[in-house]
C-alpha cells in the first residue's frame, strides 16, 4: 500500500453535498432524488445560469453541511496508515478551499494533497502519477480508467447504469471497498498493474 497514489474524489464519492437540503430548507418544497438529477431546473423553473448562481452563493452551508458517506472516512484513513499518498481531486473551485480543508479535517480525512477546479483529471492523474481511484462519475470514472483501476461508488446519480470497463469496479458502499483492493492487488480483479495491498 505505500506506493498506491490514490486520486479521491469528494461530492457523491466521501461526501453527500448538501445541497438538496438547504433547497429544500430554502424553497419550502420537497425535491426527490429524481427532481434532483435532470429534473432539477424544471422542478423550480430555473434556467442553468440561476442555478450555478443560486450554487455559488450557498456553496459555504452547502460544503459545510455535508455528510460522511458511510465507512469512507475510516478507509481513506486505512490507505494512509497503511502509506498512500492521498490525493483529493476535486472540481469544486479554489473559493471553496477553507470550507473543504475544514471539513476533511473535521471528519479526519488525512491527505497529502488537494486539486481544485479539476475539470480534466486524466491529465491530474497522469501528472501526479496516481494509480488509483475513487470516484461516482461513471463517466470520469470511465475515462480515469484507462490510466488506473477505478473504484466507482455507487449513488442515485450512476444507480442502474450500465458500465462495462473491465478496470471500472463498483462498489454499493465503502464496506465493501477493502475487500475488492484485496482482490486488486491478489491480481483476482480485472486491474491495470497495481501495488501489493498490505493486510
Excluded at 491530474?124 to 488509483?132: G, M, P
Aim: hydrophobic share 45%; aromatic share 8%.
Amino acid at each position: 500500500m505505500d506506493n498506491w497514489r490514490v486520486l479521491l474524489d469528494l461530492d457523491g464519492t466521501v461526501a453527500q453535498n448538501a445541497g438538496r437540503r438547504v433547497l429544500v430548507r430554502e424553497q419550502g418544497i420537497p425535491i426527490s432524488d429524481a427532481q434532483y438529477g435532470e429534473a432539477l431546473l424544471e422542478t423550480l423553473g430555473w434556467t442553468g445560469e440561476q442555478f450555478q448562481a443560486w450554487w455559488h452563493a450557498h456553496q459555504e452551508e452547502i460544503y459545510h453541511e455535508a455528510e460522511v458517506l458511510p465507512g469512507a472516512a475510516e478507509t481513506v484513513r486505512m490507505l494512509k496508515e497503511q502509506g498512500a499518498h492521498i490525493a483529493v481531486v476535486t472540481a469544486r473551485r479554489a473559493e471553496a478551499t477553507a470550507v473543504t480543508t475544514e471539513w476533511l479535517h473535521r471528519h479526519d480525512f488525512p491527505f497529502d494533497q488537494m486539486i481544485f477546479s479539476a475539470d480534466d483529471k486524466v491529465a491530474i492523474a497522469r501528472e501526479l502519477s496516481l494509480n488509483i481511484g475513487f470516484e461516482d462519475d461513471p463517466w470520469g470514472a470511465t475515462a480515469l480508467a484507462e490510466v488506473m483501476p477505478m473504484v466507482l461508488v455507487e449513488n442515485f446519480k450512476n444507480r442502474g447504469l450500465a458500465i462495462t470497463h473491465p478496470h471500472v469496479h463498483r462498489v454499493t458502499g465503502w464496506h465493501e471497498v477493502h475487500p475488492l483492493l484485496g482482490r486488486l492487488a491478489a491480481g483476482t480483479a480485472s486491474q491495470v498493474p497495481t501495488p501489493t495491498l498490505a493486510d
